[in-house]
Nanobody, 117 residues
Framework: QVELVESGGGLVQAGGSLRLSCAASGRTFSTYVMGWFRQAPGKEREFVAAIRWSVGSTFYADSVKGRFTISRDNAKNTVYLQMDSLKPEDSAVYYC??????????WGQGTQVTVSS
């Protein structure tokens, strides 16, 4: 089992920045890729960004490309999501997830991000 705990959410004005953290514990070797997803009220959960633990390859949704940066600290088993130039439409609950390229098997509890206009 892998436990994922997110932190760093909050309220920020449009144009501001936040950094989310996701600390992984347990059988972390069973996760090959870590991702961030988000879900706004009344909307489907959507992919935001992902990173492969070993080689550090990164992937982004078009909506955040150039504004968000995903990174990892292997020694701390922690993944980060640096969010810059935030927009009101970025407001959502952000979830950290871990798994393989084909499926995410482990999910965190989520952290709220609210961007005011």
């Amino acid at each position: 089992q892998v436990e994922l705990v997110e932190s760093g959410g909050g309220l920020v004005q449009a144009g501001g920045s936040l950094r989310l953290s996701c600390a992984a514990s347990g059988r972390t070797f069973s996760t090959y890729v870590m991702g961030w997803f988000r879900q706004a009220p009344g909307k489907e959960r959507e992919f935001v960004a992902a990173i492969r633990w070993s080689v550090g390859s990164t992937f982004y949704a078009d909506s955040v490309k150039g504004r968000f940066t995903i990174s990892r600290d292997n020694a701390k088993n922690t993944v980060y999501l640096q969010m810059d130039s935030l927009k009101p439409e970025d407001s959502a609950v952000y979830y950290c997830a871990g798994g393989s390229d084909s499926s995410y098997n482990f999910w965190g509890q989520g952290t709220q991000v609210t961007v005011s206009s």
